[in-house]
């Protein structure tokens, strides 16, 4: 899968009010296209996931809405991957979000329609 990080339009929720050794939260709503192709034809769904993320860390500092989507895209690209692109979309759909947060600290979502 080749997703680009425009596809995670990251946006505030909670300011960071500066205080203490994190602040605030954004998110990302992305709705992104999955393609397998076998012997039997081709079959496309789309996923629409939730990605949220703190805008500010102890150990990250500042994560602003760009550095928010590359990381969400390489995250995102790297489970994708590895991903049984056998499974009915629905089930792939469930997974997905899963090996994302496994990855990655984040909250992510995910449900799939075709």
């Not at 690209?77 to 496994?102: C, H, T, W």
């Amino acid at each position: 899968m080749d997703f680009d990080p425009s596809d995670f339009p990251f946006v505030t929720i909670v300011k960071d009010d500066g205080r203490g050794s994190a602040g605030g939260w954004q998110q990302a709503k992305a709705n992104l296209k999955f393609t397998h192709r076998s012997s039997r034809g081709t079959t496309e769904w789309y996923c629409a996931i939730t990605i949220k993320m703190p805008i500010r860390t102890e150990f990250m500092g500042k994560i602003d809405p760009i550095r928010a989507a590359n990381l969400s895209e390489e995250i995102t690209e790297a489970v994708a991957n590895v991903m049984d692109y056998n499974l009915p979309p629905g089930i792939f759909a469930k997974i997905l979000p899963a090996r994302q947060r496994s990855r990655s600290s984040p909250r992510i979502r995910c449900s799939a329609r075709r």
